[in-house]
C-alpha cells in the first residue's frame, strides 16, 4: 500500500467511526473546516490534558489563561500580522486556481527528492547487501545532478522569500517550468502578498474603526495578559503561561486533511525570562518538548528537529519539532525565542510599561520570552496515523486497529455480555457502572463477541471485558488486552486497579 492509500484510509476510518467529519457536510462541505465526532473530541479533549497536565501542573511556575478569541485590533499592528502575516499568490490564468507560490515550489522540490529517492532504491537492488547507501548518495551522478539542481532552487526561492522578491519567486516557478496541475499550462499571473487574517466588524456600523480580527495565534492574548498574571499570581521570572485556543487563518493552500485548517486548535506557552537567559532556556524547551512527544510511544524515530537557519525578525532562535505523517515529515509544533520584541511593540503601541521589576537584579526589564506552540490538530493527526494499523491476524482474517496511547484512547473499556439473555445483560451494566465513575466506559450488547471486539479495537479501545455464564457463578470476567488480542480471567473486584494502572494520566506523566 502506498502512502497516498494509507492517508486516504486514515482519513476515510476517521470519518467512519466518528473522529473527524466534513464541515458542513450536508452542504457539500466548507474547504478546510473540519467537525470533531464524538471519538474524535473524546480524543482531543485526552490529548489537551495531556498537554495542560504537563505544562501547568507540571511546573510551579507555569499557570493558565483562556483569553478571549476577540482582542484590540492594534494588537495585530503591534504584532506585526495587519503588516507582515501574508502568502504569497499567484494564480494560473488558464483554470483560475489560485496557489501559494511557495508551495508550487516545495511541491516540485519534493519531486525532484523522489528522484532521488528513486535512484537510491534502483542502488539497493543493483548492489544488494553490499550497498552502501551514503557512498552512493555522495558519487552517483544522477543523485549529484538533481540534489544540486534542489539546492540552487532552495538556496533562491528562501532569499526571495526573505527579501520579499515577488518577482523573484515569480521568475523561479518560470524557470522551473512549473505546470499549473489542474490547467497543465504555465501561463501565471504576478506573485501577490495575502493575508492570512479573518476579519469581521464589531458593533452595528460597519466602519473601518470596527474592523476586528479572529486571532491568527493564540499567543497574543498571553503577551497582552503578562502583567495581569504576573501582579495576581505574584508570579516571578522565569515564569510560564499557558493557554489552549482556537487560532483562525485564511489558508490558501489548506490540505491534508486536519494538517492544515482554517479554523484550529493551538497550544500555546510563553516563557518569560531574564534577557540574556533565552538560550538556556530555548534549549531546555526543546528538549522538555521533545521527550513530551517521545513520551507518548509512538516511536521515537517519527520525531525531528528542524532548526530554522533563516530566522523571523523578532526571533534569536526557532526550530520546529517534525512528525512523519503519512505524507513525510512536517511541522507539529514550533519552539521559539522571540526576544523582546511582542513585549515591547505591546509596550510602543499600547503606551503602557510591560516590564518586570527583578528584586534579585533590583532592575525594571522587558522580559525576553521563549515560546513552544503546538497544533492540536496536528497532534490528534500524528496520534491518528501512528496508531492506525491494518493487520491480518489469521487466515482470511484481518482488522483495523487503533494502536492508541491508552491514556489517549476515548473509549477506555467496553463491557460486552457474551449473549443478551440470562441475566448477562445485568451482570455487565454492574461492572459497567463499577468502572464508569473512574473512566470512559462503553457497554455493547449488539453483534457477535467478535465483531463487537472489531468495532473496539477501531476506535482504539485498550480493554474489553466480556460477561459470560461463568461470570455469574465465579464472578470473573474475561479482560481482553487490544494490542495483543491475549485475554485472561481476572475476577470484577481487580478489574477497576487493573485497568487504571494502564490509563491513568498520572502515571503517565510520571514517565515524561
Ligand atoms: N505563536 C506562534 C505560532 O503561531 P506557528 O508556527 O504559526 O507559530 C504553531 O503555529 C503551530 O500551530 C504549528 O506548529 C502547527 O502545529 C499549528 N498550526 C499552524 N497553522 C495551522 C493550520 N492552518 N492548521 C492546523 N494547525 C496549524
Known amino acids: 500500500m502506498t502512502q497516498d492509500d494509507l492517508f486516504k484510509n486514515i482519513i476515510a476510518h476517521a470519518k467512519e467511526y466518528g473522529f473527524v467529519f466534513p464541515s458542513s457536510e450536508i452542504y457539500d462541505g466548507l474547504s478546510a ?102 557512498q552512493f548518495l555522495s558519487t552517483n551522478p544522477n543523485v549529484l545532478r538533481v540534489k544540486e539542481k534542489i539546492d540552487t532552487i532552495s538556496q533562491r526561492m528562501s532569499e526571495a522569500l526573505h527579501k520579499n522578491d515577488l518577482e523573484g519567486l515569480r521568475q523561479l516557478i518560470l524557470d522551473c517550468e512549473i505546470a499549473c496541475p489542474v490547467s497543465g499550462s504555465r501561463n501565471w499571473t504576478d506573485v501577490r502578498q495575502f493575508n492570512l487574517m479573518f476579519s469581521t ?39 510560564g503561561i499557558a493557554q489552549i485556543g482556537k487560532a483562525f487563518r485564511n489558508e490558501i493552500v489548506a490540505r491534508q486533511f486536519i494538517f492544515r485548517m482554517r479554523e484550529f486548535e493551538q497550544m500555546e506557552m510563553q516563557f518569560f525570562v531574564r534577557p540574556g537567559e533565552e538560550m538556556n532556556w530555548y534549549n531546555y524547551w526543546k528538549e522538555a518538548r521533545l521527550r513530551w512527544h517521545t513520551s507518548l510511544g509512538l516511536g521515537p524515530e517519527r520525531y525531528r528537529f528542524h532548526d530554522h537557519d533563516k530566522l523571523a525578525h523578532y526571533a534569536n532562535a526557532a526550530c520546529d519539532i517534525e512528525f512523519a505523517f503519512p505524507f513525510g515529515f512536517k511541522e507539529l509544533e514550533g519552539i521559539h525565542s522571540r ?50 494499523t491494518e493487520e491480518h491476524i489469521a487466515e482470511g482474517e484481518s482488522r483495523v486497529v487503533l494502536r492508541l496511547p491508552a491514556v489517549l484512547a476515548p473509549v477506555k473499556a467496553a463491557v460486552l455480555p457474551l449473549v443478551k439473555k440470562d441475566g448477562l445483560p445485568q451482570k455487565a451494566r454492574e461492572v459497567w457502572q463499577l468502572l464508569t465513575y473512574d473512566m ?73
Open 33 to 134: 473546516v473540519y467537525d470533531y465526532g464524538q471519538m474524535g473530541v473524546e480524543l482531543k479533549n485526552n490529548i489537551k490534558s495531556y498537554w495542560w497536565e504537563a505544562m501547568v501542573r507540571l511546573h510551579q511556575n507555569i499557570v493558565g489563561l483562556d483569553a478571549a478569541i476577540f482582542m484590540h485590533p492594534k494588537i495585530w499592528e503591534a504584532s506585526g500580522h495587519v503588516g507582515a502575516f501574508n502568502d504569497p499568490l499567484i494564480d494560473n490564468k488558464d483554470s483560475k486556481k489560485r496557489y501559494r507560490a511557495d508551495v508550487l515550489l516545495e511541491d516540485y522540490l519534493a519531486k525532484q527528492q523522489e528522484k532521488i529517492d528513486k535512484e537510491v532504491e534502483k542502488g539497493q537492488k543493483r548492489f544488494g547487501d553490499a550497498f552502501d547507501r551514503v
Open 201 to 239: 466588524q464589531m458593533g452595528s456600523l460597519n466602519e473601518e474603526a470596527n474592523q476586528i480580527y479572529l486571532r491568527p495565534e493564540t499567543a497574543q492574548g498571553i503577551f497582552v495578559n503578562f502583567l495581569n498574571v504576573q501582579k495576581t499570581g505574584r508570579m516571578k521570572i522565569p515564569f
Open 339 to 388: 526576544t523582546d520584541f511582542d513585549l515591547s511593540q505591546h509596550q510602543k503601541f499600547s503606551g503602557r510599561k510591560q516590564q518586570y521589576f527583578d528584586p534579585e537584579t533590583n532592575e525594571s526589564y522587558v522580559p525576553y520570552v521563549v515560546e513552544t506552540s503546538i497544533g492540536l490538530d496536528r497532534t490528534f493527526l500524528a496520534v491518528l496515523s501512528a496508531a492506525y
Open 440 to 512: 470512559n466506559t462503553q457497554y455493547d450488547e449488539k453483534d457477535s463477541i467478535g465483531k463487537r471486539y472489531r468495532r473496539q479495537d477501531a476506535i482504539g479501545t485498550p480493554y474489553c471485558i466480556t460477561i459470560d455464564h461463568q461470570t455469574l457463578e465465579d464472578n470473573m470476567i474475561t479482560l481482553r488486552e487490544r494490542d495483543s488480542m491475549t485475554q485472561e480471567r481476572i475476577p470484577v473486584s481487580a478489574i477497576r486497579s487493573r485497568i487504571l494502572e494502564h490509563i491513568s494520566l498520572g502515571e503517565a506523566l510520571r514517565k515524561i
